[in-house]
């Protein structure tokens, strides 16, 4: 799709559609005021006949008689102004663009005018822009007709209205942001959404290592099953023995020109699918289970947009690529697995594989001295219980690391919210025949027990756990600027915490 920015009156735009943003309360503005005029007063007395106030994301459509340049009018609803947030504009975004493809609409002008009252151009142009490219998401690699649909119906051009040469730099400039941002949360859905067939532990390592060949900014580092043997990576190649797809090691790491200011380490868990070994999931438990590597496709999806964003700060990207599966090879409930650093783990449950292989993940993480280090694992079911599907739970050692997640989640719109890691908890996870117990205390707390478990490995590093398994992938349509499958959950979140260093 191509957007232009243009400073232009509204009776000579020139499009299928235009689209005015409106706050409740109709009378006091003076875009809509102009639009009245041209309709000699009877559009007010239209819409005062079918209702419509102005709410949020409340829609009206009025053709435009030849008044205008363009066919049809889109008057959407930005609500109370006293009462919006900038993550509204992401939905509004994602609104406009899906009334647009229904209305069959090629080409759409904008006026930004609206959200300049309560937002900076840039800041309405990144966030609005968002949404409308989170819609334009869609995944059809095994529906072909789909496909072609979805490519018939899509928007072609997008000519955003501004006022003013600085305002239309501004808007520019967040409306790149935007774009790229969303390229790196594509990449990332688009992994997710793979069945797991063909996004093995082996095809996430060729798309790490295409990421990585992109820039000269980029380097990988990747370790095979004997590697890892070498590494004393017991905890993860226990995990992985039961697959005929061998397990990897991947390491990508972001150098900046200048000197790095700052060294931060990003961990994803890769597991590519899980059946839940032979502590077996329930059938339905493992249709989606394809997105258990959402953590390591976050990752990714970061490193996609890494070297255009010109950071001062190094960043490793790591995660362990494995399936947990099922044969004669698998590990058993109650086996004992040796971690890297001698670390003995007690296996309850083959289920709970993340914070297995998480386990030697973090533990090299910490070779490379980071000054930070975060993971992301879709780990519990027992964070969506607390938190609901839309809210990833956070927790970790270092509270200024996880206000700056908290503040980097209010501007990416990704919502997390902190969960403790109590030492009064610390026995959920003892085991009476080894270091640790990889399962907490039954029916109680299962999402700090992962993050306790997860908190040894950590060691002294300051560290926060992002147990996204809730916002990583929706079954239905929640948001406008999500659809079926993978969200993308994190990529966005990860850029503006390291823009914040």
């Not at 000699?40 to 409340?58: A, C, P, S, T, V």
């Not at 520019?172 to 790196?184: C, I, P, R, T, V």
Request: charged letters at 25%.
């Amino acid at each position: 799709m191509q957007l232009r920015v243009r400073s232009v009156a509204i009776e000579k735009a020139s499009a299928d559609l235009l689209i005015v943003p409106v706050w409740k309360g109709l009378k006091q503005q003076p875009e809509f005021q102009e639009l009245n005029e041209l309709w000699d007063g009877g559009l007010l007395n239209w819409l005062n006949q079918i209702g419509f106030e102005g709410n949020k994301r409340e829609t009206a459509i009025v053709p435009s008689f030849g008044k205008l340049g363009v066919a049809q009018v889109l008057l959407l609803g930005l609500g109370d102004r006293k009462r919006i947030v900038a993550d509204d504009l992401r939905l509004i975004g994602g609104a406009a663009y899906k009334k647009a493809k229904e209305l069959h609409a090629k080409h759409v002008a904008l006026l930004s005018e609206p959200f300049l009252q309560s937002f900076s151009p840039k800041e309405s142009a990144s966030t609005v822009m968002e949404g409308w490219y989170g819609a334009t998401y869609a995944f059809h690699a095994y529906h072909e007709e789909a496909k072609q649909k979805e490519s018939d119906r899509a928007v072609q051009e997008l000519l955003w209205i501004a006022h003013g040469s600085t305002n239309a730099k501004a808007i520019e400039k967040g409306a790149d942001e935007a774009k790229l941002l969303s390229q790196g949360v594509h990449v990332t859905r688009d992994l997710v959404n793979t069945i797991a067939h063909e996004m093995t532990p082996k095809e996430l390592v060729k798309i790490a290592q295409e990421i990585a060949d992109s820039s000269s900014r980029l380097s990988i580092t990747v370790l095979d099953q004997k590697e890892m043997e070498k590494k004393k990576m017991g905890a993860a190649l226990a995990v992985a023995r039961g697959a005929v797809n061998k397990p990897y090691t991947v390491h990508l790491v972001y150098k900046p020109k200048k000197k790095a200011k700052k060294r931060i380490a990003i961990v994803g868990k890769g597991v590519t699918f899980d059946t839940g070994g032979l502590s077996l999931k329930p059938s339905d438990g493992m249709v989606t289970m394809k997105m258990d590597m959402a953590g390591a496709a976050a990752v990714l999806g970061l490193f996609k947009v890494l070297p255009s964003l010109d950071l001062d700060i190094e960043v490793h990207g790591i995660f362990i690529a494995v399936e947990n599966a099922i044969s004669a090879e698998a590990y058993r409930p109650g086996d004992v697995v040796t971690a890297m650093d001698g670390t003995t783990i007690d296996i309850q449950n083959t289920d709970a594989e993340g914070r297995v292989v998480l386990a030697d993940a973090l533990l090299y993480a910490r070779e490379q001295e980071p000054h930070a280090l975060v993971d992301l694992a879709t780990l519990t079911g027992a964070c969506i219980v607390a938190l609901g599907e839309e809210i990833a739970g956070v927790m970790g050692t270092d509270a200024r690391l996880i206000e700056r997640l908290k503040k980097a989640s209010v501007q990416s719109g990704e919502d997390i919210w902190e969960l403790p890691l109590p030492d009064k908890y610390a026995d959920h996870v003892k085991s009476r025949i080894a270091n640790i117990k990889n399962v907490g205390a039954k029916g109680q707390a299962g999402a700090i027990a992962g993050g306790l478990f997860l908190k040894r490995f950590a060691g002294d590093t300051p560290w926060a756990h992002l147990d996204i398994a809730g916002p990583a992938f929706t079954d239905r349509e929640m948001r406008p600027d999500q659809s079926y499958g993978g969200t993308g959950f994190g990529v966005k979140l990860l850029v503006r915490y390291l823009q914040g260093l």
